[in-house]
């Protein structure tokens, strides 16, 4: 069974700094495209950063130059390191990891609050 394990969130102010991780476990973590995603109140899902499984990566434009995603194949796990916060980057945020094994899988989220 797989599992994504997100962890990281919390509450902090406008410019500071948060870490995001998803731990994936149950499928071949390596050949798996990762991404993170987020939602806020009253919104849809929307792409933040993925990450193919030979290290490419694709950025939101409102977050370009600020977030950064990485992943650790002998870790099982992918980063959100996420810098100079805006209030407007308040969400839940989700892992998410594709392959053509499984298709689509989501982790139970992570609450970001950016206070102004």
């Known amino acids: 069974q797989v599992q994504l394990v997100e962890s990281g969130g919390g509450l902090v102010q406008a410019g500071g700094s948060l870490r995001l991780s998803c731990v994936a476990s149950?499928?071949?973590?390596?050949?798996?495209?990762m991404g993170w995603y987020r939602q806020a109140p009253g919104k849809q899902r929307e792409l933040v950063a993925t990450i193919t499984s030979d290290h490419r990566t694709n950025y939101q434009d409102s977050v370009k130059g600020r977030f950064a995603i990485s992943r650790d194949n002998g870790k099982n796990t992918v980063y959100l390191q996420m810098n100079s916060l805006k209030p407007e980057d308040t969400a839940v945020y989700f892992c998410?990891?594709?392959?053509?094994?499984?298709?689509?899988?989501w982790g139970q989220g992570t609450q970001v609050t950016v206070s102004s």
């Open positions: 149950g499928t071949i973590f390596s050949i798996s495209a």
């Open positions: 998410n990891l594709n392959n053509y094994l499984l298709g689509d899988r």
